[in-house]
């Protein structure tokens, strides 16, 4: 079945950085696009950003544009989410997913805190 993993999340300062990781599993993960969403304490959960299948980032939320990279190894069937100079409205449990499809991993936190 459809598998996703995140890992990589912690505390880290405002201003800080992050490396966030997924590993999928189940499906035919290169020629899928990929994204990220995240979910605060009491907001609804949000796409943060959207691969293509070959790479190409296509959608970044307004709030981490120029902060986040969002990229893929399609030989590892994983996705990543590079994130820097953190802001405590950052934090939140983040996720990855294929668009449409309706499982969902664990999530991996990530708290901006001084």
């Known amino acids: 079945q459809v598998q996703y993993v995140e890992s990589g999340g912690g505390l880290v300062r405002p201003g800080g950085s992050l490396r966030l990781s997924c590993a999928a599993s189940g499906f035919t993960f290169s020629i899928y696009d990929m994204s990220w969403y995240r979910q605060a304490p009491d907001k609804t959960r949000e796409l943060v950003a959207t691969i293509s299948s070959i790479g190409v980032p296509t959608k970044y939320t307004d709030s981490v544009k120029g902060r986040f990279t969002i990229s893929r190894d399609n030989a590892k069937n994983t996705v990543y989410l590079q994130m820097e100079r953190l802001k405590p409205e950052d934090t939140a449990v983040y996720y990855c997913?294929?668009?449409?499809?309706?499982?969902w991993g664990q999530g991996t936190q990530v708290t901006v805190s001084s």
């Open positions: 997913k294929a668009p449409g499809d309706a499982s």
